[in-house]
């Protein structure tokens, strides 16, 4: 490996444990916000009797001090601004892209960097966008009742919903290894969703109700196999580079989060299913006192780190498909799930240290059974080219990412053509012409 390679490959499994991390963090930081006078009450018990263990709360005097303080030093739960603080990021991949453009360029003449035709309309990401903001709220509200580790591991139910959604809306034919790969990451889904079930009290902060948040995160996926779908087909269609796909997705983001935000702010309320309040969100943000003193400093940074791992770890992400493979890049994507995990096991939440982010319990194999099976299902579903073409169709030939191991055994016969180097000129048409037709 390359000292490239190297960097990119510990660039990608920093920041994706960081982003995951790091917003489940900002969600077990109390700070204070607008004065809710109607706050005390049984549906809010957790909250506060969580909130009411930080420096800020027992430092006061009297009791009185402390009821009067818990109306308006609470856990910041806000993921409206969270999902737009993610689009922030995303957003900062155009600029690097715009950058990477720029710099490429060699005495105003043509960018070396390879942009595609251009010949698109940015407004065209605007329905992946969306689909981006309905997926990343939902998760991140999922996010706040699960454990992150749960979290992570559940968004690989998307190879499901996306390989059926491609068969109905894309017209692709799935392949036995597809099939055989999405059963397993149903399986894999049971398992996990079985140590939330059986989890019913979870803890006051960490975990609230792991089974709601597991379903809800689930859900999710449907909207982001969705958005995966039309992205695909835009990629196909128009031949954009990813960063600035990612870029662009991410303006349209902040833009719609920004507009359900603010209607939101004056149509709901705290106690709602679904509520926001932005200047809430904005005064438990406020970075000039620290959170002994009832500030917002933490949740501030932890936002900033969520912004900036985003924008790395889409680069980062993007460069290790490019020089290493997508192979790779799964392993990768699953030593961090390990990463967060084990982060989740050693660490206390930040007011109760008795209290860990991921206790282990009678249900924890469960989990890890699950992670195991859902990863192997993963690894089966997606697939490489072999290098070579199908001479009656002129189409690459691609097999599982597990086929190297089932061969071990005897299993899972490598589809043989012609190699792709040796795919004459006259043909090229052919591939071009189906190309055109697909789309």
């Known amino acids: 490996m390359t000292p490239f390679q190297i960097m990119i490959s510990l660039m990608?499994?920093?920041?994706?444990?960081?982003?995951?991390?790091?917003?489940?963090?900002?969600?077990?930081?109390c700070s204070n916000g607008i004065v809710i006078e109607d706050f005390n009450t049984t549906a809010n018990h957790d909250n506060i009797e969580y909130c009411s263990n930080a420096p800020?709360?027992?430092?006061?005097?009297?009791?009185?001090?402390?009821?009067?303080?818990?109306?308006?030093?609470?856990?910041?739960?806000h993921p409206f601004i969270q999902a737009f603080t993610m689009f922030v990021g995303e957003f900062a991949c155009l600029l690097v892209f715009k950058i990477i453009v720029l710099t490429s360029t060699r005495n105003g003449g043509k960018s070396s960097f390879e942009?595609?035709?251009?010949?698109?309309?940015?407004?065209?990401?605007?329905?992946?966008?969306?689909?981006?903001?309905?997926?990343?709220?939902?998760?991140?509200?999922?996010?706040?009742?699960?454990?992150?580790?749960?979290?992570?591991?559940?968004?690989?139910?998307?190879?499901i919903?996306?390989?059926?959604?491609?068969?109905?809306?894309?017209?692709?034919?799935?392949?036995?290894?597809?099939?055989?790969?999405?059963?397993?990451?149903?399986a894999g889904l049971i398992l996990v969703g079985l140590s939330g079930f059986l989890d019913k009290g979870g803890s006051s902060a960490s975990a609230s109700n792991p089974a709601v948040g597991d379903l809800i995160i689930v859900c999710a996926q449907v909207v982001v196999a969705f958005q995966m779908v039309v992205e695909e087909k835009l990629m196909t269609k128009y031949k954009v580079p990813p960063m600035q796909a990612v870029g662009w997705e991410g303006f349209f983001g902040m833009i719609i989060m920004t507009v359900i935000s603010a209607i939101l702010t004056y149509t709901t309320k705290e106690g709602d299913a679904i509520h926001e309040n932005m200047k809430d969100a904005f005064l438990q943000l406020?970075?000039?006192q620290p959170n002994s003193q009832g500030g917002g400093l933490p949740i501030f940074l932890l936002f900033c780190g969520t912004i900036c791992s985003i924008a790395f770890f889409n680069f980062s992400g993007l460069s290790v498909t490019r020089e290493m493979g997508a192979v790779y890049r799964m392993v990768l994507d699953s030593v961090r799930t390990v990463i967060i995990w084990a982060f989740g096991v050693g660490m206390s939440t930040p007011y109760v240290k008795s209290q860990k982010l991921q206790a282990i319990d009678a249900y924890t194999g469960f989990q890890v059974a699950g992670f195991v099976v859902l990863l192997f299902g993963t690894f089966v579903y997606n697939e490489k080219e072999t290098g070579e073409v199908n001479p009656d169709t002129g189409k690459p030939i691609t097999e599982s990412l597990s086929a190297p191991f089932f061969r071990l055994f005897g299993l899972m016969r490598r589809e043989t053509g012609v190699p792709a180097d040796d795919w004459t000129s006259e043909h090229t048409p052919l591939l071009k012409d189906k190309s055109v037709n697909r789309d």
Request: aromatic share 12%.
């Open 12 to 29: 990608m499994v920093a920041t994706g444990s960081i982003n995951t991390i790091v917003t489940k963090m900002a969600d077990l930081f």
């Open 56 to 77: 800020y709360i027992t430092n006061m005097a009297t009791q009185e001090e402390r009821d009067a303080a818990l109306l308006q030093f609470r856990l910041f739960d």
């Open 115 to 159: 942009m595609g035709p251009q010949n698109f309309n940015p407004i065209v990401w605007l329905v992946p966008a969306m689909c981006d903001s309905c997926a990343t709220t939902a998760m991140y509200i999922g996010l706040t009742m699960t454990h992150a580790s749960s979290f992570q591991m559940l968004r690989g139910s998307v190879v």
């Open 161 to 186: 919903f996306t390989g059926l959604l491609s068969v109905v809306w894309l017209g692709k034919k799935l392949k036995g290894y597809h099939w055989a790969g999405m059963f397993l990451v149903l």
């Open 286 to 288: 406020n970075p000039s």
